[in-house]
T-cell receptor, first 113, second 113 residues
Framework: KQEVTQIPAALSVPEGENLVLNCSFTDSAIYNLQWFRQDPGKGLTSLLL?????REQTSGRLNASLDKSSGRSTLYIAASQPGDSATYLC????????????FGAGTTVTVRA | ETGVTQSPTHLIKTRGQQVTLRCSSQSGHNTVSWYQQALGQGPQFIFQ???????GRGNFPPRFSGLQFPNYSSELNVNALELDDSALYLC????????????FGPGTRLTVL
């Protein structure tokens, strides 16, 4: 059974600081890893998808790395802004034909102006 | 391109009642997955539909059932509602041609009194 853990559970930083969010998973036989953003009471917005053959993926101020062998992924957000305040979730499917995502509980980020 | 839509946005039911939630998948996606998200937790996989057939189920009782229609839209039905069914219900659509990246709708907030 795939277990996904996100540390820390919550993070508060001043505006402009870089954010580092961690995700670990127990079964390294993953097809890909996806990072999502969730605003309070809302749905999930896909931020980045990293294929199992990739080491990292970048989109604007966001960069996600993937180390399958150690079961870890890290999401970096550069030069944080108050608008980055949200909960960030990582999720992994088990195999190539398995769309069933296992989620972490998320890291809730607050960026102080 | 139309994103994933869900209806209704909010719903209040009483214990023992039945509820139907609806989801329209993103254009070009033939797979729909349903998730339940309790407050402060990551989403939990309920089941998935691929080309109108159930394609996997999570640890949810049979009173959670679903359907997928020829246009790939989907319904989630919950019978004999319990207080613990109160949650945000999320629908996600995906396509194998897009590396199984999951795109989520805004969710339906269900409150059971």
């Amino acid at each position: 059974k795939q277990e996904v853990t996100q540390i820390p559970a919550a993070l508060s930083v001043p505006e402009g600081e870089n954010l580092v969010l961690n995700c670990s998973f127990t079964d390294s036989a993953i097809y890909n890893l996806q990072w999502f953003r969730q605003d309070p009471g809302k749905g999930l917005t896909s931020l980045l998808l990293i294929q199992s053959s990739q080491r990292e993926q970048t989109s604007g101020r966001l960069n996600a790395s993937l180390d399958k062998s150690s079961g870890r992924s890290t999401l970096y957000i550069a030069a944080s802004q108050p608008g980055d305040s949200a909960t960030y979730l990582c999720a992994v499917p088990k195999g190539s034909n398995d769309y069933k995502l296992s989620f972490g509980a998320g890291t809730t980020v607050t960026v102080r102006a | 391109e139309t994103g994933v839509t869900q209806s209704p946005t909010h719903l209040i039911k009483t214990r023992g009642q039945q509820v139907t939630l609806r989801c329209s998948s993103q254009s070009g996606h033939n797979t729909v997955s349903w998730y339940q998200q309790a407050l402060g937790q990551g989403p939990q996989f309920i089941f998935q539909y691929y080309r109108e057939e159930e394609n996997g189920r999570g640890n949810f009782p049979p009173r959670f059932s679903g359907l997928q229609f020829p246009n790939y839209s989907s319904e989630l039905n919950v019978n004999a509602l319990e207080l613990d069914d109160s949650a945000l219900y999320l629908c996600a659509s995906s396509s194998r041609r897009e590396y199984n990246e999951q795109f989520f709708g805004p969710g339906t907030r269900l409150t059971v009194l």
